[in-house]
């Protein structure tokens, strides 16, 4: 089974992830939609946390949020999964890519992390260049969609821009997900970033602490 959860930003008390990892079956995969947080801060509780993360031996996929230790992520050595390009951290932990289209049990899966964080993260320290997409990662996007014929299953991003919500985002971000929605087929969108949990409609889930199957 493929399962769902979003926004662990490194947190040793973020249930539903360790549930996941006690419980989940040898075939079952976790897919995170960014933010997980490993190596994000200098804290005994981050390090204990990546430690955790990066030792388990049940199957993860990650797409990266906005808050990620970019350098960290991006040092592991690139590899093919299931189709698409990953970080390979582990044996069963992968990083997916931006733009990279997977398929994973017969369906397939466009992913897209990253996105713009408030300037208050600058401030404080937590914040690491390469959270946004780069003009390269855009096209590879546009061109592996244009290859599936504009025709998904699933879109997974860390945010989903909304068309109702122009001011202040990153215009790239939004110019694709605006495409994605004019153009692509798809059977859901599925996000995170804003640590909700909400079905907009049958078509858009924006998930969080709460493990969701997909159906």
């Given at each position: 089974?493929?399962y769902?959860l979003s926004d ?25 939609l ?5 190596e994000?801060?200098k804290?005994?509780?981050?390090k ?5 993360f ?5 199957k993860i996929?990650f797409?990266d949020?906005n808050h990620?230790?970019f350098?960290f992520?991006?040092?592991f ?5 299931n189709?698409g ?9 992968v990083?997916?890519m ?12 466009f ?9 208050k ?7 690491f260049?390469g ?5 390269e990662?855009?096209?590879?996007a546009y061109?592996?969609l ?7 299953d699933?879109i997974?991003t ?5 068309r ?7 215009q ?25 949990k909400?079905?907009?409609?049958d078509?858009h889930i924006?998930l ?8």
């Amino acid at each position: 089974m493929i399962y769902f959860l979003s926004d662990l930003h490194g947190d040793l008390n973020f249930k539903p992830f360790f549930d996941y990892l006690e419980t989940a079956k040898q075939d079952d995969l976790l897919i995170i939609l960014g933010d997980v947080g490993i190596e994000f801060e200098k804290t005994a509780e981050n390090k204990e946390f990546s430690k955790k993360f990066l030792s388990s031996n049940k199957k993860i996929a990650f797409l990266d949020g906005n808050h990620e230790n970019f350098e960290f992520i991006n040092s592991f050595s690139l590899d093919n999964w299931n189709g698409g390009k990953v970080h390979r951290l582990s044996e069963n932990i992968v990083h997916l890519m931006r733009g990279e289209i997977y398929k994973i049990n017969g369906k397939t899966f466009f992913t897209f992390g990253g996105c713009k964080s408030s300037a208050k993260w600058k401030e404080m320290g937590l914040w690491f260049d390469g959270e946004e997409g780069t003009e390269e990662e855009f096209h590879n996007a546009y061109k592996n969609l244009e290859n599936h014929n504009n025709k998904v299953d699933y879109i997974l991003t860390h945010k989903r821009e909304r068309r109702e919500y122009k001011d202040g985002v990153s215009q790239p971000l939004y110019d694709l997900c605006m495409f994605i929605e004019d153009n692509v087929k798809f059977q859901c969108w599925y996000s995170g970033h804003w640590h909700v949990k909400q079905k907009f409609d049958d078509k858009h889930i924006a998930l969080y602490d709460e493990l969701v199957e997909l159906k």
